[in-house]
């Protein structure tokens, strides 16, 4: 076999970046092996919180695992439903002149570090959410605004227009055959979005994978929001921890308590495992439905 | 019939007006974040000038002072994270486009959608027990790493889609001449596509800019100067965390023109790759 | 004719610059290269160690330290990892850290630096900020246990005629981070009830009642819990003195059954029982320096002040440009960090016995030979 030099020149790269991930992957496994071995997956179906610097400590992960969970899906529903409403308001009603503005103002969201959306739902959001009152519909409603839903909404909004643009994208690659025959056949807005809606379901459960697997990631907001306590999430108005903002709050005294640490890496490794498998599910899905589509049109 | 009609026509305006009224609330929101800050930011802006790109944060309860050091190890990490982030994923990206069924690539590949699906912070924390144990301390230069790592995807991704969409007709005009592969694509297809990697390295560099969760556990909080790139140091948005949750009115308002400064670069960074490569999937 | 009066008002002005320069130069010592030092830990301490770090800085530019925060719980942490130079903690280490970090650095030293009052804070709307809520241990323990709900319950009413107290749900603001603050309320706590020992007992972490109930938050930090307060009607925290500005400061009855706010008075006051420490590298867990505080039976005495330590390696452990920098740290803490004009509001300086351990670890540092 002859040695290709552009190989010889771009493999050290490419290696270098699998001895990252690998290590990456090897590190979360290796300092949480304790506690695969000694509880499995049992850590994740306990309550029981008890921290101890002497013993080894009992750190039940099932509330902040529920948190991330619940947190997520409150996330994507918001980042799914306005994406969703955004791409049929900008197909079917908005005059056309507005695309351009529209896409601008969702690429400058885009932009915004997630920081910035931490300090307005701290800022903002939550105060908004206290005074609202709406946590009196939860018999442990959070006084302080600081809540599953509220950590759940700003992310939603966060990822938003990361998720509109794939929704839009999906909405604009429908063929222009379809679109053209609901127009003739005299259709109004809400019966072409409903038809063009069916077909590219594909695509917005794929971008709601998405947005879940970006979701049950993010720390930044969330710490800031949530109301960082060890609380089954019952209902959404009320104070919770997720995973992430566990590890934030907790990783850095973690040392003093054995067991902790190992606890958290695990959680870190099973949120790994979690959004891997939703942005794997999302993509996939993304890929069969643009082929179907394009199939379909031919 | 004029009852269909009628119903259709109503249904059809409910869904005008829900679907407005949400797609309205969603840029309002956008809007309404960048508001704030600078309603907050601006002042703080204007009092100190250029002070505050120059000066230390003030005693919790005393003066503003400024973010100066904390500017310079923001810049500092960014650009090391971007640097390294463009020496690893350049060449990943393009061996990824040319030799898209060699082995190699296929783990590439593989490894790249591992790190680009964990979450962030998971990363500050690998890079603690990797590098800051060892050392000793947390430092810019552990913090570079850990950005660097997250925007590592971002510059291999787009590195390869900016490369993949160069037509084909190139390479084979490139091939009739009898070019070798390899001259190709450094000669022809790579020169072609500066402005394509150009801008995947700024995409990785507005990423690196704006994550706070990969430096909590590694950059350090040392905010009243910057000590060299193997010494703890910090970033605008480990600022605005950590201050934004005290009671100081002056640490807050110095957060929020952190704010507005980092909203400031991240938007030259993304006008910046929008110029270059108009519209781009961020 | 026209120009040289200006020629030599010009050189004058350069050869005047050119010799306060050189005098200012002449005069400055060589200032020897800058030494970071880093620290982590608690923030019961923290606006007094941000004022010491300046005050340092100010003095000796050489000495660079940063401090940030983090808890008791990460300070003890960082410094048992090593990663940082130097930690506080409000509680000591535990004997099993002890001796951990005895074996990594040859030895440590826990340095009393400076006595806070634990505040209990809360922010009711309707309590006018000139009238301070009375509050017994006993009270708080059945508010924090979930026995007294709401702020017009007849056993605060009992302690406050003439308060308007409202109907509101009472909400607690805790710490989320491993905090020495909590541990020393919790010792408090602990001390008032025995139920509270068997069913919650005292750490820097540990399990609320009112968070499994739903009635409480976890806030980052002293400030963190101040702000979370702040913004919070009807909500109740606990919060080193120095954080209490701006909020409601509930005065607690002491064991000689007075009524006393946290100020730097009765701060001292519980302060008079401090026990001399003998050897500052022994394990002073032993010792119940807290629990004795936590006892005073001064009429003046505030029941809920610590001291807060600073925790320093065995000089070995440091390079030599590393320990003369803590040397010199260590020293202004302990002598001129102690007079009032330096000490933030809200703090009291230590015993006079207690400063005298810390200056004896900076000489030792400063005289090692390695």
Same mark, same amino acid.
């Given at each position: 076999?002859?040695?290709?030099?552009?190989?010889?020149?771009?493999?050290?790269?490419?290696?270098?970046?699998?001895?990252?991930?690998?290590?990456?992957?090897?590190?979360?496994?290796?300092?949480?092996?304790?506690?695969?071995?000694?509880?499995?997956?049992?850590?994740?179906?306990?309550?029981?919180?008890?921290?101890?610097?002497?013993?080894?400590?009992?750190?039940?992960?099932?509330?902040?695992?529920?948190?991330?969970?619940?947190?997520?899906?409150?996330?994507?529903?918001?980042?799914?439903?306005?994406?969703?409403?955004?791409?049929?308001?900008?197909?079917?009603?908005?005059?056309?002149?507005?695309?351009?503005?529209?896409?601008?103002?969702?690429?400058?969201?885009?932009?915004?570090?997630?920081?910035?959306?931490?300090?307005?739902?701290?800022?903002?959001?939550?105060?908004?959410?206290?005074?609202?009152?709406?946590?009196?519909?939860?018999?442990?409603?959070?006084?302080?605004?600081?809540?599953?839903?509220?950590?759940?909404?700003?992310?939603?909004?966060?990822?938003?227009?990361?998720?509109?643009?794939?929704?839009?994208?999906?909405?604009?690659?429908?063929?222009?055959?379809?679109?053209?025959?609901?127009?003739?056949?005299?259709?109004?807005?809400?019966?072409?979005?409903?038809?063009?809606?069916?077909?590219?379901?594909?695509?917005?459960?794929?971008?709601?994978?998405?947005?879940?697997?970006?979701?049950?990631?993010?720390?930044?907001?969330?710490?800031?929001?949530?109301?960082?306590?060890?609380?089954?999430?019952?209902?959404?108005?009320?104070?919770?921890?997720?995973?992430?903002?566990?590890?934030?709050?907790?990783?850095?005294?973690?040392?003093?308590?054995?067991?902790?640490?190992?606890?958290?890496?695990?959680?870190?490794?099973?949120?790994?495992?979690?959004?891997?498998?939703?942005?794997?599910?999302?993509?996939?899905?993304?890929?069969?439905?643009?082929?179907?589509?394009?199939?379909?049109?031919? | 019939?004029?009852?269909?009609?009628?119903?259709?026509?109503?249904?059809?305006?409910?869904?005008?007006?829900?679907?407005?009224?949400?797609?309205?609330?969603?840029?309002?929101?956008?809007?309404?974040?960048?508001?704030?800050?600078?309603?907050?930011?601006?002042?703080?802006?204007?009092?100190?000038?250029?002070?505050?790109?120059?000066?230390?944060?003030?005693?919790?309860?005393?003066?503003?002072?400024?973010?100066?050091?904390?500017?310079?190890?923001?810049?500092?990490?960014?650009?090391?994270?971007?640097?390294?982030?463009?020496?690893?994923?350049?060449?990943?990206?393009?061996?990824?486009?040319?030799?898209?069924?060699?082995?190699?690539?296929?783990?590439?590949?593989?490894?790249?959608?591992?790190?680009?699906?964990?979450?962030?912070?998971?990363?500050?924390?690998?890079?603690?027990?990797?590098?800051?144990?060892?050392?000793?301390?947390?430092?810019?230069?552990?913090?570079?790493?850990?950005?660097?790592?997250?925007?590592?995807?971002?510059?291999?991704?787009?590195?390869?889609?900016?490369?993949?969409?160069?037509?084909?007709?190139?390479?084979?005009?490139?091939?009739?001449?009898?070019?070798?592969?390899?001259?190709?694509?450094?000669?022809?297809?790579?020169?072609?596509?500066?402005?394509?990697?150009?801008?995947?390295?700024?995409?990785?560099?507005?990423?690196?800019?704006?994550?706070?969760?990969?430096?909590?556990?590694?950059?350090?909080?040392?905010?009243?100067?910057?000590?060299?790139?193997?010494?703890?140091?910090?970033?605008?948005?480990?600022?605005?965390?950590?201050?934004?949750?005290?009671?100081?009115?002056?640490?807050?308002?110095?957060?929020?023109?952190?704010?507005?400064?980092?909203?400031?670069?991240?938007?030259?960074?993304?006008?910046?790759?929008?110029?270059?490569?108009?519209?781009?999937?961020? | 004719?026209?120009?040289?009066?200006?020629?030599?008002?010009?050189?004058?002005?350069?050869?005047?610059?050119?010799?306060?320069?050189?005098?200012?130069?002449?005069?400055?010592?060589?200032?020897?290269?800058?030494?970071?030092?880093?620290?982590?830990?608690?923030?019961?301490?923290?606006?007094?160690?941000?004022?010491?770090?300046?005050?340092?800085?100010?003095?000796?530019?050489?000495?660079?330290?940063?401090?940030?925060?983090?808890?008791?719980?990460?300070?003890?942490?960082?410094?048992?990892?090593?990663?940082?130079?130097?930690?506080?903690?409000?509680?000591?280490?535990?004997?099993?850290?002890?001796?951990?970090?005895?074996?990594?650095?040859?030895?440590?030293?826990?340095?009393?630096?400076?006595?806070?009052?634990?505040?209990?804070?809360?922010?009711?709307?309707?309590?006018?900020?000139?009238?301070?809520?009375?509050?017994?241990?006993?009270?708080?323990?059945?508010?924090?246990?979930?026995?007294?709900?709401?702020?017009?319950?007849?056993?605060?009413?009992?302690?406050?005629?003439?308060?308007?107290?409202?109907?509101?749900?009472?909400?607690?603001?805790?710490?989320?981070?491993?905090?020495?603050?909590?541990?020393?309320?919790?010792?408090?706590?602990?001390?008032?009830?025995?139920?509270?020992?068997?069913?919650?007992?005292?750490?820097? /972490?540990?399990?609320?009642? /009112?968070?499994?109930?739903?009635?409480?938050?976890?806030?980052?930090?002293?400030?963190?819990?101040?702000?979370?307060?702040?913004?919070?009607?009807?909500?109740?925290?606990?919060?080193? /003195?120095?954080?209490?500005?701006?909020?409601?400061?509930?005065?607690?009855?002491?064991?000689?059954?007075?009524?006393?706010?946290?100020?730097?008075?009765?701060?001292?006051?519980?302060?008079?029982?401090?026990?001399?420490?003998?050897?500052?590298?022994?394990?002073?867990?032993?010792?119940?320096?807290?629990?004795?505080?936590?006892?005073?039976?001064?009429?003046?005495?505030?029941?809920?002040?610590?001291?807060?330590?600073?925790?320093?390696?065995?000089?070995?452990?440091?390079?030599?440009?590393?320990?003369?920098?803590?040397?010199?740290?260590?020293?202004?803490?302990?002598?001129?960090?102690?007079?009032?004009?330096?000490?933030?509001?809200?703090?009291?300086?230590?015993?006079?016995?207690?400063?005298?351990?810390?200056?004896?670890?900076?000489?030792?540092?400063?005289?090692?030979?390695?």
């Amino acid at each position: 076999m002859k040695l290709d030099p552009l190989k010889i020149l771009l493999s050290p790269a490419a290696i270098a970046l699998i001895i990252v991930s690998a290590s990456i992957l090897a590190v979360l496994v290796y300092e949480s092996l304790n506690t695969w071995i000694q509880d499995g997956i049992g850590f994740l179906l306990r309550l029981e919180w008890s921290p101890s610097e002497e013993t080894y400590g009992t750190y039940g992960m099932l509330a902040p695992f529920l948190g991330s969970l619940v947190t997520a899906v409150i996330a994507m529903t918001v980042a799914g439903a306005l994406s969703t409403a955004l791409a049929v308001f900008v197909n079917e009603y908005a005059p056309k002149r507005f695309n351009n503005f529209i896409s601008l103002a969702l690429f400058s969201m885009a932009a915004l570090p997630t920081i910035v959306y931490g300090m307005w739902g701290l800022s903002v959001f939550a105060p908004a959410v206290r005074q609202s009152g709406l946590a009196s519909l939860c018999a442990m409603g959070s006084p302080t605004g600081y809540s599953v839903f509220t950590a759940g909404v700003v992310v939603g909004l966060m990822i938003a227009p990361f998720s509109a643009a794939m929704v839009l994208e999906a909405y604009r690659a429908v063929p222009f055959t379809y679109v053209e025959a609901l127009h003739s056949l005299g259709a109004k807005g809400f019966e072409r979005a409903g038809v063009i809606l069916g077909l590219i379901k594909g695509s917005i459960i794929a971008s709601a994978l998405l947005s879940f697997g970006r979701a049950i990631g993010e720390t930044t907001i969330v710490a800031m929001t949530v109301g960082n306590v060890i609380n089954l999430p019952l209902c959404p108005f009320q104070p919770a921890h997720t995973i992430t903002s566990l590890i934030a709050s907790q990783f850095g005294n973690a040392y003093l308590y054995p067991g902790l640490q190992s606890r958290l890496l695990a959680g870190a490794l099973v949120m790994v495992i979690g959004s891997s498998v939703s942005t794997s599910l999302g993509m996939w899905l993304a890929r069969v439905t643009a082929r179907r589509l394009k199939g379909e049109s031919l | 019939m004029i009852s269909w009609r009628l119903r259709r026509t109503m249904v059809d305006k409910v869904t005008f007006a829900a679907v407005a009224i949400a797609s309205i609330a969603l840029l309002f929101v956008g809007a309404h974040v960048i508001l704030v800050a600078l309603v907050e930011g601006l002042p703080v802006m204007a009092e100190k000038g250029l002070r505050l790109f120059i000066e230390s944060p003030g005693l919790p309860g005393g003066g503003i002072g400024g973010f100066g050091p904390t500017l310079i190890g923001t810049i500092v990490m960014v650009l090391t994270a971007s640097l390294a982030g463009a020496a690893i994923g350049v060449p990943t990206g393009i061996l990824m486009n040319e030799y898209s069924s060699w082995w190699l690539s296929k783990i590439a590949r593989e490894a790249l959608q591992l790190i680009a699906e964990i979450p962030s912070i998971v990363v500050g924390l690998v890079v603690f027990v990797l590098v800051v144990l060892p050392m000793g301390r947390p430092s810019a230069l552990a913090g570079a790493l850990s950005l660097c790592i997250t925007a590592l995807p971002y510059i291999a991704a787009q590195t390869r889609e900016s490369l993949a969409a160069i037509p084909m007709s190139y390479r084979e005009a490139a091939f009739s001449l009898g070019l070798p592969k390899w001259k190709t694509v450094l000669r022809i297809i790579v020169p072609m596509n500066l402005r394509g990697i150009a801008t995947a390295v700024l995409l990785g560099t507005m990423r690196a800019l704006g994550e706070t969760a990969p430096v909590l556990f590694t950059a350090g909080a040392a905010f009243h100067a910057f000590y060299g790139l193997d010494r703890p140091s910090s970033t605008l948005s480990l600022l605005i965390f950590f201050f934004a949750q005290t009671p100081y009115e002056n640490w807050k308002r110095l957060a929020w023109a952190a704010v507005l400064q980092l909203i400031v670069l991240s938007m030259v960074l993304a006008f910046a790759v929008r110029k270059l490569s108009g519209e781009v999937k961020l | 004719m026209k120009v040289k009066p200006k020629i030599i008002a010009v050189i004058a002005a350069v050869a005047l610059a050119s010799a306060a320069a050189l005098y200012f130069y002449l005069s400055m010592e060589t200032p020897p290269n800058p030494v970071q030092l880093l620290g982590s830990g608690a923030t019961f301490p923290m606006e007094q160690i941000q004022a010491w770090i300046v005050q340092v800085r100010n003095k000796h530019s050489w000495v660079q330290a940063e401090y940030a925060g983090g808890g008791s719980g990460k300070g003890q942490s960082d410094f048992l990892q090593g990663i940082v130079d130097f930690a506080a903690s409000d509680p000591p280490l535990k004997t099993a850290d002890w001796e951990k970090a005895k074996n990594a650095f040859g030895g440590v030293y826990q340095l009393p630096m400076i006595l806070g009052g634990v505040a209990v804070v809360y922010n009711i709307p309707e309590i006018p900020s000139d009238v301070n809520l009375k509050l017994t241990g006993e009270v708080l323990v059945d508010i924090l246990l979930g026995k007294i709900e709401y702020w017009n319950d007849p056993r605060i009413a009992e302690l406050n005629p003439g308060v308007n107290l409202p109907r509101s749900r009472i909400t607690f603001v805790h710490r989320s981070d491993s905090s020495g603050t909590t541990e020393v309320f919790t010792t408090y706590l602990s001390l008032v009830s025995g139920e509270w020992k068997t069913k919650v007992g005292a750490g820097k /972490l540990v399990k609320w009642p /009112l968070s499994e109930a739903g009635f409480a938050v976890g806030a980052p930090g002293n400030p963190g819990v101040a702000e979370a307060v702040r913004t919070t009607p009807y909500s109740l925290g606990y919060v080193e /003195l120095a954080y209490a500005k701006g909020l409601g400061v509930a005065a607690l009855r002491n064991r000689a059954g007075r009524f006393v706010l946290p100020t730097a008075d009765t701060i001292k006051a519980a302060a008079a029982g401090a026990i001399t420490i003998q050897d500052a590298s022994a394990n002073l867990v032993e010792l119940k320096i807290l629990e004795r505080l936590l006892q005073s039976q001064d009429p003046n005495a505030y029941p809920i002040v610590s001291p807060s330590y600073l925790l320093i390696k065995h000089p070995s452990a440091y390079t030599q440009e590393k320990r003369k920098a803590i040397a010199v740290f260590l020293d202004y803490i302990f002598t001129d960090g102690q007079k009032p004009e330096n000490i933030v509001a809200g703090y009291v300086p230590v015993p006079e016995s207690w400063a005298k351990l810390g200056q004896q670890v900076a000489a030792q540092l400063r005289d090692f030979r390695g």
